[in-house]
């Protein structure tokens, strides 16, 4: 019997949770082991809490607390998994709460994310989760003044070089995420949360037109080709439905995916996720569109067989190659159309390692040199 996943917590509960420990024994003086804290979503859940570091004034009362909370992020693969999210508390004589970031928070340099340029990494959600627990806090303890609450996180600058943030341009460590508290095993939502920030941060630069690339594949083709580096694509892994989505959304006026053929040519079958567990019909699709460009039952049979994309190009002469590939992308082209609607062009290229490009629907060529004019204006406007 298969075993059910372990889900986990994000960054932003492991804070609040750490923010929790530390206001109790400023504002009371009563240690706590652990804390159960209500999460976003509305479920409870208990915390170990690892480290505690006090200060005394000589009267005896706290001038300021630290308390620390290990990550666990259940089954779900995270890098973060096992660190340690401090919380570090000290009252001030003004009223209300002010969040820093300390060590290892990740600080905005650029606008389109939630938090403005300039301030620490912390995401809105986990924001409010911190202000409510300062709120209950002093509300619990009568306590009439202000607080300031700074989050560290030891070692959190190596890591951040390890995920999206230097490319969504959060710069000098990790950021404080979460939107209902909890890590969901093999969750995709962390990473469709991310394309959603790349849009954003690339729109709010000034552009009105993107370039998608699945992976590495897209974004090496894309340079070889073009020389556009790696930090002006979108990097959208399999989510391309809605990578579509949030591009229409956030008001682009057009996105041109540029994909290798083993992953978009589903697309031709309408499948908007290409990750292998969500379908594999890369054959059938090929020798389907090989049928109607007039390759005939063999060569399809044969593509059928074939082991990989390439391999299955292989069959066709190259005749019947070109006549395959525009079958395809008539229907990538139906499949984007229907998704994107009337106020988002969306095309897309489509190459093979050994071959180049193999076809592309009909405005990419467009797209391309829009996306090329605007993207030499903001380089003119930054130098």
Known sequence: MRRKLERGYTTGSCAQAAAKAALKLLLSGEESRTVTVTLANGETAVFPVEELQAEQDCDGTFREVCCGVRKRSGDDPDITDG?????????????GTVLEGGTGIGRVTKPGLEQ??????IN????????????????????P????????????????????????????GLSVLGTT???????????????????????????????????????????????????????????????VDMAAENGARGILFVAHIGKFVKLAGGMMNTHSRCGDCRMELLAAAALRAGAGEKKALAILEAATT????????????????????????????????EDLAAEAMVFSGTRGILGQTKGADTLLRQFAEENRRLERSGE
């Not at 340690?84 to 003004?94: A, G, S, T």
């Not at 003044?145 to 000098?172: D, M, S, W």
């Not at 370039?211 to 979108?234: C, M, Q, R, T």
Request: aromatic share 6%; charged share 30%.
């Open 83 to 95: 660190i340690l999210v401090y919380c570090r508390v000290k009252k001030k004589e003004e009223p």
């Open 310 to 341: 390439e391999a299955a190009l292989d069959v066709l002469s190259g005749a019947e190659r070109q006549k395959t590939m525009r079958e395809i992308m008539k229907k990538i082209e139906e499949t984007l159309r229907r998704r994107a609607g």
């Open 116 to 121: 403005p340029v300039g301030s620490a990494a």
């Open 181 to 243: 508290g909890i890590v969901e095993p093999m969750s995709s939502q962390a990473l469709v949360d991310t394309i959603r920030a790349e849009i954003r941060v690339k729109l709010a630069e000034g552009r009105q037109y993107l370039v998608a690339a699945p992976g590495n594949y897209g974004l090496d083709f894309l340079w070889e080709s073009w020389k556009i580096p790696e930090e002006a694509v979108v990097k959208c892994s399999n989510f391309i439905g809605e990578t």
């Open 124 to 143: 809105r959600v986990p924001r409010q989760m911190l202000e409510k627990e300062a709120r209950e806090a002093a509300e619990r303890y009568h306590y």
């Open 145 to 172: 003044g202000g607080l300031v609450l700074t989050l560290e996180i030891p070692g959190g600058r190596e890591l951040a070089e390890k995920t999206f943030n230097p490319r969504l341009g959060i710069e000098g």
